[in-house]
């Protein structure tokens, strides 16, 4: 897979050299290629902002500089097909696991990271007429910019494609991809400062074992997510755990 990133931060995206995802780029399975947005700025002081139009506090990012970087990105020898073009936006669609799926399917994908108070909406429109586009939200909140969003979805996603996440089965059993929040985990020592490792896990009974984490994803999920459980199993909760 390969992903674009365009921002006037590139050094935020030095996290992505770290850990599995960093393994990931050094084998080759994924191409991160991450462009400074000023490069396609030509004035003395490379400015990527102006005042908005009609007036108002902020600045709003300059179609012609996303233009550009854009247009050259897809221009690129090496770029075939149609990549998806992503705008990380607090007014976009909610990211979801679903979407981190979804996603992971495509073989190219760019991600143009704003800031200040947007981009110039020509420039969607401009992209979204020639391929495709989506803005996409990481929760209701505010960011300074899409820098952090995209270092989330990235993550999210390269951990979906094949061979960036050593063992498979580990993806499963996760929060999120059941539709219910992962079951608590423990490792040894058997007891801790008086606490000890809830005695199923230790039975050897594996359906027991099964059923046990089944029962703590199901009453988890009632009681921090309950909007996450369809209505007939959102009963009351059984009150809520110190760790929650
Ligand atoms: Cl994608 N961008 C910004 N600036 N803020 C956000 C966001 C994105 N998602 C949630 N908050």
Not at 23 to 42: F, M, N
Not at 59 to 76: C, F, H, N, R, Y
Request: charged share 25%; aromatic share 6%; with cysteine.
């Amino acid at each position: 897979m390969r992903i674009d990133v365009v921002s006037i931060f590139p050094g935020y995206f030095d996290a992505l050299e770290l850990s599995l995802l960093g393994k990931a780029k050094q084998r080759g399975v994924i191409d991160v290629r991450v462009h400074d947005l000023r490069e396609h700025a030509h004035d003395k002081h490379r400015t990527v902002d102006d005042t908005p139009a009609g007036g108002g506090a902020g600045m709003v990012m300059k179609p012609e500089p996303w233009g550009e970087a854009l247009d050259s990105i897809l221009t690129d020898p090496e770029t075939t097909g149609e990549p998806l073009i992503i705008f990380p936006s607090p007014a976009g669609e909610v990211f979801t696991q679903a979407m981190a799926h979804e996603l992971a399917q495509e073989p190219h994908l760019v991600f143009g990271c704003g800031r200040y108070e947007g981009i110039d909406q020509r420039v969607f429109e401009e992209y979204a007429e020639r391929g495709r586009v989506r803005l996409v939200s990481i929760g209701d909140y505010i960011l300074n910019g899409g820098e952090v969003a995209t270092i989330a979805m990235v993550e999210a996603i390269a951990r979906l494609v094949p061979g960036v996440v050593g063992n498979p089965e580990s993806l499963v059993e996760e929060s999120h991809e059941s539709g219910l929040l992962e079951y608590p985990s423990y490792t040894k020592p058997a007891n801790w400062r008086d606490r000890a490792v809830p005695p199923v896990l230790l039975s050897g009974n594996h359906a027991a074992i099964a059923a046990w984490r089944q029962e703590q994803s199901i009453e988890r999920t009632r009681r921090v997510r309950p909007e996450l459980l369809p209505p007939e199993h959102r009963g009351e909760s059984r009150g809520r755990h110190a760790a929650d």
